[in-house]
C-alpha cells in the first residue's frame, strides 16, 4: 500500500523517487496512474522520503490534477521560453529544465527512476542530466521496485474495484455460456437458430458488446482458442472457425474498467456437447491441481512451493512439466500465476526457475492458473481464478464461477 | 515510410535498431507496433542496416508472430534455464539473455534503443549490458528519431485507415449534433423530450456507445467542455453539467479502431440556439485563422511560419498570443498542431518557441488546430481538421465536417 512507500525508501536507501508521465502512453502506465488515481494527464511525480508525493502538471489539466489529491506544482513555475532561449539544443533546453525542476525542488543524492516512457529519449535525457547534475545518482531498480512492492498489497477501495470488476467479468462469461447453449448440434458443428454455423466470431463480438454494457474493455484482446488452438497457450482463436462439439476450448479473459482501473483475470475450458475421455481426463487433472493449490494456500508461504507443488502433481499424473523438462512444448508448461491489480501482469511471480523469494502476503492480488497443453493431440485445458489474501489471512476467491468442462447443448 | 529506415541508419551512423515489446504495454508502444503489425505480442524487433527485421518471440505466440511478415526468431533459441542455474541473481541473468541475443545475432557497433519501457528495469539492464558488451554503444535518440522520421510519412494503407477513421469519427460528431438538435429550451437549459435537463454525462454516453457501434474506442477520452471549461484547452467537461443555450462548447474527439491502430483528431466548437456577439467574434477569428493556415499549406514550408502566422492573424485581431506573450494563460495560448498516426501526437511539430526544421513534406498527416481561450470571460473556442499532404504536393482534409458555430434548437 502506498504507506510502504517511505519505509521500503528508507530500506533502500533511496532518496526520492520520479515516476514519469509523459504524454502518449495513455492509460498504459500503471505505476504513474497508481498515484494520480486514474486521472488523464501529462506530469511526473515527484517524492522525497518523508514528504508527500507532488505532481508537476500543466497549467491547462489544472482540473484533473486537483483530483490526484498530491501536491500540486504548475510546470510553468519554470519558464521554458527563457530556457529555449538560452538553450538552442533541444535536448540541452530539456534537461535544463528538469535540472530546474530538480534543484528548486530539492531532489537530490539516492534518485529512483519509475513509470512507463520512450527508450530514446528517456536515454539522452537521464545520460545528459546525470553528467550535469554529479550530486545525484540516478538509479532504474531491475524488479520488485518500491512502488511494485507498495502496488502489491491491495487496500480496501482497490479491493472493491477489484471484485466488481470480478463480478461483472463473469456475468460477461456467462452470456457466453448461454449463448452457446442457444445452439444445436448439425454434425459435429453448432449451428445458430438460423442453421448457420455459429463461429468464434460471433463469440467474439458477444464479448465485446457484453463487456462494452458493463462498462468494460479489455486492452490486451480475449482469448477463445478452439482445439489444436487451445493447445498454445496465447493464441487468441481463429474468428472464422465454426465452433465444434467436443473440442476443447479455452476462454481466457482479462477486462478492465474502460480508460483503465483495476483488471480481472480468468479462464475456463469448455467442450461442447461432450468430451472424449482423453480431454475429460486432462481436464480432471488440471481441476484437481487447481483444487490442490487452492486448498493449500498459506499466508506466509513462498510462492514457489505452489509451482513446485503443481508440477509434482502433474508429473504423478503423467504430465511432463516444466519443473523437470526445458525446453517444453506439452504438457504443463508455464508458472502457476502472476499478481494483477492496474496492470494484468504485476510483478508477483510463481517462478518456474529462479525463486525471487516472493511469498503471500495479505492485501496480495493473484491469479492461481494451471494448465495442460497437448497442441499434437489438437486439446488444451487451463483454469483460472483470481484470489485475495485478506488482512486475516484467509483468503477470497474474486471469481465466483463454476467449473465445469461440458455446456450441454439440446 | 518503413524503406526509409536504412537510410536514415546510413545518414546517423547507427548499425543496429531495437525496438522493446516487452508485456504490460499494451498498444501503448507504436514504434513495436510499427513494426509488429498492430499484433498483440511481447518481443524484442532487432534491425540491422541494410537487412530485414527480425522479431524475437515466444513460441507462445507464434501465431500472431506470424502475422507480423518479419523473420522469426523464437526467444527459446536462448536457454533460460541454463542461464537462470549460471546467474543466479536475475539482474545478471537477463543481461546474460540480452548479451547472448546480440552476440549471436551480430549486433555490434552504435545500437539505437526505442520502444515503450519501464524506466527502472530499462536502465537497470542497459546500463550493466553496457559495461559487459564493451563493444556495443547504446544511443538514444532524443526525438525526431529514425523510427519516428519513417513514421511520419504515411503510404497508401496507412492512408486507407487514416480515411476510415476520419470519416467514421465525422459520422460520431454528427450523431452529437442531432441528440442536441432532438432537445429543447428550458430557459437557457436544454431538455430531453421528457423534460429532464440533458447532460454533458448524456452526451458522453451517446459518444462512447456510437465510438463502439464503429469499432472505435478512445483511449485518451473524449473532451466536451461547456463555458469556462472550454477556456482550458485540456478541461475534459463536467458530466454533471447540463447543456445550456448560448454557451460556448468545446467538443474534441480523437479516437483509433479499437484494440489499436491509426488515430484521428478532431474539434468543434458549439453554442446552442444562439453566440453572444462576443463568442461570435472569436468564433469568426479562429475560423478566419483556421482558414488562412489552409488555403496557404505549401509543401515544403517550414512549420514554424504557419505557428507564427497565427499568431500575426489572431494579433491584429486584439489577441495576446504565445508568440508574443509568455506566459500565457488566456488569448491563443498553444502551439498549431501536430503529427498523428499509431500514436495521436506524433513526432512532428509546428512549434511555439525553437524551431526544429520541421518541414511539411509529402506523406505528412498532422492536426491544424486553432484556438482562442478566456476562461475569465467563461468561453473557448478550437476547430481542429486532420490534414493529409498528398505525394503530389496538395492537401487533402480527412475531417470532412462544417464549421458552424450554432447548432439550431426548435
Redesign the interface.
Known sequence: MKQDIDRLMTERDIDAIVV?GP?????????FNYFVAGQ??VGTVIKKRGEPAMLIH???????AEETGLVLIGS?RW???EI??QF?D??M??VEYRRRVFSDLGVTGRV????????????????ALAQHMPHIQ??????Q?IISMARLTKDADELDQLRDVGQKTCAVVQEVVDFIRSGRAQGNTLVNTNNTPMTIGDVRALI?REL?ARGL?A???VIFAQGS?AG?????GDDTAALQLGQSIVFDIYPRP??GGYYHDMTRTFAIGYASPDLQQIYDDVLGAMEHVLDGLEVGAPTKAYQDETCTYLEARGHKTIGRT??I?EGYIHSLGHGIGL???EDFAFPT??D?GDRIVPGAVFTIEPGLYYPSRGMGVRIEDTIYCKPDGTFENLTPFPKTLVIPID
Open positions: 514519469e504524454d502518449g502512453l495513455g492509460s498504459a502506465n500503471p505505476h488523464k494527464l500543466s497549467p491547462w489539466e489544472r482540473k484533473q510553468d519558464n521554458r521560453q529555449a532561449q538552442p533541444r535536448l533546453a530539456a529512483g527512476l519509475y513509470g512507463t516512457i520512450s527508450a530514446g529519449s528517456f536515454l539522452a535525457v537521464t545520460s540516478f538509479l532504474g531498480e531491475f524488479e521496485d465485446g462494452a474493455e486492452p490486451y484482446d488452438d498454445l497457450p496465447h493464441a487468441h474502460r480508460g526445458y525446453p512444448d496492470d494484468l501482469h526457475f529462479q525471487r
